[in-house]
């Protein structure tokens, strides 16, 4: 092909008519935990951690080895408050591949001092009385399905 020619382009083809599922794809690999194997042992402690550069005191959730601001690796490792305040959540029906056995589920995003964290939010029976503002406390759950800890919310001072 010469300089002046132009490869074709892909065309998108819209699905019309009826549809078959596709066969279900399962993509794993190992995710690299040196650097910020104190979060993921402090999540088995019931404690979350963030990182913040020493030289220019950017606090990062999740933690960074390496600050994207000023590119320092100098960071130091802060335990997050216990309490936050509740700024979005949704109720998930579609759960995505690995989860599909678990219930609908709430995923939720608190402002927790300088940043904001995303958990499942727990405990609630009917999330039409859960408000933006609410008071949550922070905590881990083991899932044991997959082995992992998770960092939950639940409401503060009231249930719903």
Not at 101 to 122: C, H, K, N, S, T
Request: proline fraction near 6%.
């Amino acid at each position: 092909m010469g300089m002046a020619e132009k490869k074709p382009s892909r065309k998108t083809v819209k699905a019309e008519g009826p549809t078959i599922d596709s066969v279900p794809i399962v993509y794993r690999h190992k995710i690299p935990i040196g650097k910020t194997v104190k979060y993921w042992d402090g999540l088995k402690e019931g404690r979350i951690y963030a990182t913040r550069c020493k030289s220019c005191g950017a606090v990062y959730y999740p933690p960074q080895a390496d600050c994207p601001y000023c590119g320092s690796s100098d960071v130091e490792w802060i335990e997050l408050p216990r309490e936050g305040v509740l700024e979005t959540f949704t109720r998930v029906y579609s759960r995505p591949q690995g989860y599909e056995d678990f219930e609908p589920y709430i995923i939720a995003i608190a402002r927790v001092g300088d940043v904001r964290v995303m958990g499942w939010l727990v405990n609630v029976k009917d999330e039409r009385c859960v408000r933006v503002g609410d008071e949550v406390i922070l905590g881990t759950t083991y899932i044991e399905k997959h082995n992992k800890y998770i960092i939950t919310l639940q409401l503060k001072n009231k249930q719903c």
